[in-house]
């Protein structure tokens, strides 16, 4: 069987919202899922985008999907990656898809200079953790995540 990971064009939204979907049903916040094609399209496609997509195929079957996009530290003083989403479907697990797909999207940040490459997971996604651990990854357990979003960010930027 065949695994290619290619770059994903403006035809695959539908595709991506569906994976995206899937992956919010797995982690249990299905409801927080308010993107539409439309906003797929528009985010990932449209010129002047800074987000990059993957899709990942097994025998010209979309199977899975990465969405990242670059970051900056200033300690490093370097660009870095950022993983939004890293999805394979489960019936596709095991067969190092998620390995391949990682690897795409290290390979692209070592090429550019990245100083490193970032992703969050949910602290109860036991086999994403082990997966992550298998590949030398660590987790940043002194850091804390912050977000401010809806009507609280529309707030705060209100004053």
Known sequence: MSLTIRPAVRTDAAQILAFITELADYERARHEVV?????????????????????????????????YFYSYSTWLGRNGIYLEDLYVTPEQRGDGAGRKLLRHIASEAVQNNCGRLEWSVLDWNAPAIGFYQSLGAEAQSEWLRYRLDGEKLLAFARG
């Open 35 to 67: 993107a539409s094609v439309d906003d797929i399209q528009r985010s990932l496609f449209d010129e002047g985008s800074t987000v990059h997509s993957l899709i990942c195929e097994r025998d010209g079957l979309a199977i899975g999907f990465a969405v």
